[in-house]
């Protein structure tokens, strides 16, 4: 009978693991605080801490409180139901991370995988870890080393937040989990990391196969999906160059599902984040995303550069011609006042230049009239 203790960071989990526990030879502790896992593990014979839900800050100062008590030889695994603390928890000190939801045979086999490596019961391969970098060894690669040793072993993937694990059962891939994905979806989902970290650990793996392939069928069925994918992003960039959303370009109202890729953009991301976050076949989010190239809804974050600045400066160039042209008219304006008169000025000023009144002569005999009545005055 082994011994563990749930360090239960919320109670509402604590029925589903009661019920879970049922049938099974453990003995079920349980503890709300870390003063109370401190206690119980001093007053009984702990095999095991499991936390569950696990955070970083809480989880980092339990174990600080298990070394300062002495305690820090228990093997503790934490259990999250967060994406975005698989990365953080995996960085502590912990033999394992455990993210929810998962069945209760997987759950249960990590558990006795971990007290049996804890005590020395499980069937070691020399070395038993083995890591290394996805940089130089792909999923097929590990797939080919891992099945031609012939033993059972976990093949564990981690890039930033993201966890997939294969097991293999005598050399054979008989499972694969990521996520919510059933086993070939995750397979095809990881087969195109190129970047990230991977341990293989060889211990005894008793789940089923779920997988109707051997080894060999299996790695045609990778490296065919490999190709076809590799030919669906041919022409749009690179899987770890920036991509972001062009606004000014979308010009009618996206479905809901490009609503989801374009959100993803917003900030700017690769290509290779989107198809291991968005929960669809990757070939079939490439069209969408080529679709969204096409039209100019999803650019190079280069090019977006290139865009701003080009309407930065022709803004510019705008402003500058408006005023030149402004400043135009108003210096013609001045030039022309002056000299403008009104037309009916005008006609008067040159009809009085050119019309000459002289009165008519007078006749003899009027003259003389007029010299008489001059003279008799």
Not at 17 to 44: L, P
Not at 128 to 134: A, E, F
Not at 229 to 256: C, H, K, M, R
Not at 271 to 290: A, C, G, Q, S, T
């Amino acid at each position: 009978m082994l011994d563990i203790l749930f360090y239960l960071l919320d109670q509402q989990y604590e029925p589903e693991i009661v019920a879970a526990m049922r049938d099974r030879e453990y003995i079920y502790h349980r503890a709300f605080t870390s003063d109370e896992v401190v206690q119980v593990c001093q007053r009984e014979y702990i095999d095991l801490i499991v936390v569950w839900p696990a955070r970083q800050a809480l989880l980092e100062d339990l174990l600080t409180l298990l070394n300062m008590n002495n305690l820090s030889y228990l093997p503790v695994i934490a259990v999250t139901t967060s994406e975005a603390e698989i990365g953080p928890l995996l960085e502590l000190p912990v033999s394992e991370v455990i993210n929810m939801p998962t069945t209760k045979k997987e759950f249960f086999h990590i558990i006795e995988n971990t007290i049996r490596a804890v005590e020395g019961e499980v069937t070691l391969h020399s070395p038993t870890k083995w890591k290394g970098d996805l940089g130089n060894f792909n999923l097929i690669d590990l797939i080919q080393m891992v099945g031609a040793n012939g033993k059972d072993a976990i093949l564990s993937i981690q890039y930033h937040d993201l966890l997939g694990q294969i097991f293999f059962r005598s050399g054979k891939v008989v499972r694969a989990t990521l996520r919510n994905f059933d086993t070939l979806t995750a397979l095809r989902k990881l087969v195109g990391l190129r970047k990230g970290t991977f341990q293989v650990q060889f211990a005894r793996v008793d789940l089923a196969d779920s997988l109707e392939l051997s080894n060999e069928e299996l790695i045609i069925e990778l490296l065919q999906y490999l190709t076809r994918q590799e030919q669906a992003y041919s022409d749009l960039p690179g899987l770890f160059e920036e991509v972001v959303v062009n606004p000014q370009a979308i010009l009618e109202t996206p479905s809901q599902d490009l609503i989801q890729i374009l959100q993803l953009f917003e900030q700017g991301g690769t290509l290779n984040d989107l198809l291991l976050i968005v929960n669809e076949d990757n070939i079939e989010v490439l069209k969408k995303v080529r679709e969204m190239f096409r039209k100019g809804w999803l650019i190079r974050s280069q090019d977006l550069d290139v865009i701003q600045k080009e309407a930065l400066e022709n803004k510019r160039l705008g402003a500058l011609f408006q005023s030149i042209t402004s400043l135009f008219k108003r210096e013609k304006k001045q030039e022309i006042a002056p000299s403008v008169q009104p037309p009916n000025q005008l006609a008067e000023t040159k009809e009085r230049s050119v019309i000459t009144v002289q009165p008519p002569p007078l006749e003899e005999d009027v003259l003389t009239k007029i010299e008489d009545q001059l003279g008799s005055i």
